[in-house]
């Protein structure tokens, strides 16, 4: 299985941005209708973002809608959710399963639409794992964290360690992909960007979401495994593919069924060069 490494957040009333970055390497481009947007732009950019996808693109294009609880997500949705070039719908400040299902629900005509919540509140990191069980078109998770900040009134990075962490595994338990990482939001911190993901790769996250092409380098790079990490990978698949089963490996490490499926996810991403 291939996971996105990159997801580009380009705003919806800006469609010859938006025309550019479906061929800027990104994995995945997120047209947005929410926070990029001004008010008073709102139907501009929805007009303009069911125009472009009234036919498939050549990478895979998500959209975020407005939040949930006001009227311009019913639009929305009715706009864009049905057309041949969405691959999937981001659903902002997801705070509850019901949510979810209500959405799943109202889209159903259309066939299976994946989607994708985004937690941004406390209360949306405490119903973590009952949002990602909610219904089985929801496809992945992930933090809003310059909302949840605000939310939690934080100002150390460091304090988003646990929120994170209860996302990651949340989703893990739930069967889902591992979730991205937020935004770096200064688009000129390359180095920073760099320290930042590979803090990120260590909780567990698998990716990034970008506001930049300038980004997309710096978190590939960073989520991508290393020379020795795909050696080391490429040793436990032979030895499980020679012996079956737990064992030790001459260098010491014990080997079991996670192991080599850690092993062999890696030597997937490494596929990707």
Same mark, same amino acid.
């Given at each position: 299985?291939?996971?996105p490494?990159?997801?580009?957040?380009?705003?919806?009333?800006?469609?010859?941005?938006?025309a550019?970055?479906?061929?800027?390497?990104?994995?995945?481009?997120?047209?947005?209708?929410?926070?990029?947007v001004?008010?008073?732009?709102?139907?501009?950019?929805r007009?303009?973002?069911?125009?472009?996808?009234?036919?498939?693109?050549?990478v895979?294009?998500?959209?975020?809608?407005?939040?949930?609880?006001g009227p311009?997500?019913?639009?929305?949705?009715?706009?864009v959710?049905?057309?041949?070039g969405?691959?999937?719908?981001?659903?902002?400040?997801?705070?509850?399963?019901?949510?979810?299902?209500r959405?799943?629900?109202?889209?159903?005509?259309?066939?299976?639409?994946?989607?994708y919540?985004?937690? $941004?509140t406390?209360?949306?990191v405490?119903? !973590?794992?009952?949002? +990602?069980? &909610?219904? @089985? =078109?929801?496809?992945?998770?992930?933090?809003?964290?310059a909302?949840?900040?605000?939310?939690?009134g934080?100002?150390?990075?460091?304090?988003?360690?646990?929120?994170?962490?209860?996302?990651?595994?949340?989703?893990?338990?739930?069967?889902?992909?591992?979730?991205?990482q937020?935004?770096?939001?200064?688009?000129?911190?390359?180095?920073?960007?760099?320290s930042?993901?590979?803090h990120?790769?260590?909780?567990?996250?698998?990716?990034?979401?970008?506001?930049?092409?300038?980004?997309?380098?710096?978190?590939?790079?960073?989520?991508?495994?290393?020379?020795?990490?795909?050696?080391?990978? $490429?040793?436990?698949?032979?030895?499980?593919? !020679?012996?079956?089963? +737990?064992? &030790?490996? @001459? =260098?010491?490490?014990?080997?079991?069924?996670?192991?080599?499926?850690?092993?062999?996810?890696?030597?997937?991403l490494?596929?990707?060069?």
């Amino acid at each position: 299985m291939t996971f996105p490494l990159t997801w580009l957040y380009v705003p919806g009333d800006r469609p010859h941005i938006v025309a550019k970055a479906l061929h800027c390497g990104a994995d995945v481009v997120v047209i947005d209708l929410e926070d990029a947007v001004a008010p008073d732009r709102k139907e501009y950019a929805r007009a303009a973002t069911a125009e472009l996808l009234s036919e498939e693109q050549p990478v895979p294009v998500h959209v975020r809608v407005n939040a949930l609880d006001g009227p311009l997500a019913t639009a929305d949705l009715k706009a864009v959710a049905a057309l041949p070039g969405v691959r999937g719908l981001r659903l902002p400040k997801v705070t509850s399963p019901v949510q979810i299902t209500r959405i799943a629900t109202r889209l159903a005509q259309h066939g299976p639409r994946p989607l994708y919540a985004l937690l $941004e509140t406390a209360l949306g990191v405490e119903h !973590a794992y009952a949002i +990602a069980t &909610a219904h @089985p =078109d929801l496809c992945g998770i992930s933090l809003g964290e310059a909302d949840l900040r605000a939310d939690l009134g934080l100002r150390a990075d460091a304090g988003l360690d646990w929120s994170r962490s209860r996302v990651i595994v949340a989703a893990r338990a739930a069967g889902l992909a591992p979730p991205p990482q937020s935004v770096h939001p200064d688009i000129r911190d390359l180095e920073g960007l760099a320290s930042s993901c590979a803090h990120g790769r260590s909780l567990g996250f698998l990716g990034r979401s970008a506001i930049h092409p300038r980004q997309l380098p710096i978190i590939e790079r960073a989520y991508l495994p290393t020379q020795r990490e795909v050696e080391e990978a $490429e040793t436990v698949v032979k030895a499980a593919a !020679a012996e079956p089963g +737990a064992q &030790a490996l @001459p =260098d010491g490490r014990f080997v079991d069924a996670a192991v080599v499926a850690s092993a062999r996810r890696t030597l997937s991403l490494a596929r990707r060069t």
